[in-house]
């Protein structure tokens, strides 16, 4: 039965006059329990999955298949060849026809719905689960929509061009694991698609999204926060200092998304200098989420070299507290009043650390740009993560834009100590060197701000307990 399917399948294809390519007869014969499609746009995907599934729904009773996307106008988009090669077909079988829904007089059908948790946790005793665009789905709807195949033990398709460095899409591709068979298309092995169509792609698109749209390469997500982080890494001298706590890596978690950089290094020759009696850290506080701390000092030229990181959840503050250095001076969330006291009581040189979000970001911001912030390679894995998928929120108007809170908990560790040691130097008038004199080149409103930064930081710095009750 199942060689025979194959055959029709593949007969279907030639009959509505699609040639399938070599990966196309591995999509259908393979019988892939859990399948990646990752191709390139124009690459035959959609196509191959619709026959794919209108041929099972025709052939075997009973079976029903749900087409899921992150809108249902996406995945009414392969709906809508389904129906289209049903309607080349001649019909066949058809019982009920509507806007969604494919229904045979087999009992087979064919659903297609958004994927919104409200509308798919109906559905059970799916046979082939088909999600569209998966590296657009969030991790909780694909979470939602994976039961649905427990007691039938249907198959998974996902299908996609990648979409960043992110979500359940890109974990499955790069550290699933034998969980699932991947078949990956780009641009070049697809016949219908020209050198010269993707030679102009390549000039409209630029470098980095044409990657990702025609040879399948999970790019920085668009829009991250700091798109250049990785140019900060150096690598290690063999010669080079030992961490001076002694505890480098010791108990760290697992680097949160298995992801690795592609490293562009700040300098082939730079040496990280020994330390000095600057030694700096920032820590971000969680439970749940995820307690971050990274750690490291800043040398003759103000350059940041960043050292260590601890990065754990679901562990009480001892355990944190056993792996950070202590000859540092550390910032912290503010909001972390009750842990910074505990840390304090322990020996620990703990300080309030900027929580200014948007000033946070224009400090590391300006660090990256000139060069004074520099990571050793292998120290801080789960802060490069971090940068690779942190990234801005969508927003009509981008002045009023702010990042999505997650894939942030390193990088508000940093946050909080570059923007704390960097405050007066954000805020200082600079000198005209044709003049001599102060000359800001700011505007009104902007002056205002940095007063307003001032009188924020006279309270910032204060210890008067009166104070801190106030602004709680």
């Given at each position: 039965?199942?060689?025979?399917?194959?055959?029709?399948?593949?007969?279907?294809?030639?009959?509505?006059?699609?040639?399938?390519?070599?990966?196309?007869?591995?999509?259908?014969?393979?019988?892939?329990?859990?399948?990646?499609?990752?191709?390139?746009?124009?690459?035959?995907?959609?196509?191959?999955?619709?026959?794919?599934?209108?041929?099972?729904?025709?052939?075997?009773?009973?079976?029903?298949?749900?087409?899921?996307?992150?809108?249902?106008?996406?995945?009414?988009?392969?709906?809508?060849?389904?129906?289209?090669?049903?309607?080349?077909?001649?019909?066949?079988?058809?019982?009920?026809?509507?806007?969604?829904?494919?229904?045979?007089?087999?009992?087979?059908?064919?659903?297609?719905?958004?994927?919104?948790?409200?509308?798919?946790?109906?559905?059970?005793?799916?046979?082939?689960?088909?999600?569209?665009?998966?590296?657009?789905?969030?991790?909780?709807?694909?979470?939602?929509?994976?039961?649905?195949?427990?007691?039938?033990?249907?198959?998974?398709?996902?299908?996609?061009?990648?979409?960043?460095?992110?979500?359940?899409?890109?974990?499955?591709?790069?550290?699933?694991?034998?969980?699932?068979?991947?078949?990956?298309?780009?641009?070049?092995?697809?016949?219908?698609?020209?050198?010269?169509?993707?030679?102009?792609?390549?000039?409209?698109?630029?470098?980095?999204?044409?990657?990702?749209?025609?040879?399948?390469?999970?790019?920085?997500?668009?829009?991250?926060?700091?798109?250049?982080?990785?140019?900060?890494?150096?690598?290690?001298?063999?010669?080079?200092?030992?961490?001076?706590?002694?505890?480098?890596?010791?108990?760290?978690?697992?680097?949160?998304?298995?992801?690795?950089?592609?490293?562009?290094?700040?300098?082939?020759?730079?040496?990280?200098?020994?330390?000095?009696?600057?030694?700096?850290?920032?820590?971000?506080?969680?439970?749940?989420?995820?307690?971050?701390?990274?750690?490291?000092?800043?040398?003759?030229?103000?350059?940041?070299?960043?050292?260590?990181?601890?990065?754990?959840?679901?562990?009480?503050?001892?355990?944190?507290?056993?792996?950070?250095?202590?000859?540092?001076?550390?910032?912290?969330?503010?909001?972390?009043?009750?842990?910074?006291?505990?840390?304090?009581?322990?020996?620990?040189?703990?300080?309030?650390?900027?929580?200014?979000?948007?000033?946070?970001?224009?400090?590391?911001?300006?660090?990256?740009?000139?060069?004074?912030?520099?990571?050793?390679?292998?120290?801080?894995?789960?802060?490069?993560?971090?940068?690779?998928?942190?990234?801005?929120?969508?927003?009509?108007?981008?002045?009023?834009?702010?990042?999505?809170?997650?894939?942030?908990?390193?990088?508000?560790?940093?946050?909080?100590?570059?923007?704390?040691?960097?405050?007066?130097?954000?805020?200082?008038?600079?000198i005209n060197p044709e003049t001599g004199a102060k000359d800001s080149g700011k505007t009104p409103e902007e002056l205002a701000a940095e007063e307003e930064n001032r009188r924020y930081w006279r309270i910032m710095d204060s210890d008067d307990p009166r104070i801190w009750w106030r602004l709680a």
């Amino acid at each position: 039965m199942t060689n025979k399917l194959h055959e029709t399948t593949l007969g279907i294809m030639r009959t509505l006059r699609l040639t399938p390519d070599p990966w196309q007869v591995d999509v259908i014969t393979g019988e892939h329990q859990r399948l990646l499609l990752n191709c390139a746009r124009q690459s035959g995907k959609t196509s191959v999955v619709a026959v794919l599934g209108l041929v099972e729904a025709l052939v075997r009773p009973m079976t029903r298949i749900l087409l899921l996307s992150r809108s249902l106008r996406q995945s009414r988009e392969m709906f809508r060849l389904m129906t289209h090669y049903h309607e080349v077909l001649g019909f066949l079988s058809l019982k009920r026809r509507t806007a969604v829904e494919l229904e045979f007089k087999n009992d087979s059908r064919i659903v297609c719905m958004p994927c919104r948790e409200d509308t798919i946790r109906g559905f059970a005793h799916v046979d082939i689960l088909v999600i569209d665009e998966a590296a657009r789905v969030p991790d909780d709807l694909y979470r939602a929509v994976r039961p649905m195949l427990a007691v039938s033990g249907g198959r998974l398709i996902a299908l996609s061009t990648p979409y960043g460095k992110r979500g359940w899409f890109h974990d499955a591709w790069a550290r699933g694991g034998d969980d699932w068979n991947r078949i990956q298309v780009t641009a070049d092995q697809c016949p219908r698609i020209t050198p010269e169509f993707l030679d102009q792609e390549r000039r409209a698109l630029g470098e980095s999204w044409y990657r990702q749209e025609y040879f399948c390469s999970f790019e920085s997500v668009e829009g991250v926060v700091y798109p250049d982080f990785a140019r900060c890494v150096v690598p290690q001298s063999s010669g080079q200092w030992a961490v001076a706590s002694g505890q480098q890596n010791r108990g760290q978690s697992p680097v949160i998304s298995g992801q690795r950089e592609k490293i562009v290094h700040a300098s082939a020759t730079a040496h990280c200098p020994p330390p000095t009696a600057n030694c700096l850290g920032g820590i971000d506080f969680g439970f749940r989420n995820p307690f971050a701390a990274v750690w490291g000092h800043l040398d003759r030229d103000d350059v940041l070299w960043l050292t260590g990181e601890h990065y754990a959840s679901q562990r009480p503050l001892s355990y944190h507290a056993e792996r950070l250095p202590k000859k540092y001076t550390w910032y912290a969330d503010p909001a972390g009043a009750n842990d910074i006291a505990e840390l304090r009581h322990a020996g620990f040189k703990v300080q309030r650390g900027v929580n200014d979000l948007r000033a946070g970001i224009a400090a590391v911001s300006a660090r990256l740009e000139d060069g004074r912030l520099r990571v050793l390679e292998g120290r801080c894995p789960n802060l490069l993560a971090e940068a690779g998928m942190y990234r801005w929120g969508e927003s009509e108007d981008r002045r009023a834009e702010t990042p999505v809170d997650e894939h942030n908990h390193a990088l508000a560790a940093l946050r909080y100590l570059i923007a704390t040691i960097d405050r007066h130097k954000q805020a200082k008038r600079r000198i005209n060197p044709e003049t001599g004199a102060k000359d800001s080149g700011k505007t009104p409103e902007e002056l205002a701000a940095e007063e307003e930064n001032r009188r924020y930081w006279r309270i910032m710095d204060s210890d008067d307990p009166r104070i801190w009750w106030r602004l709680a």
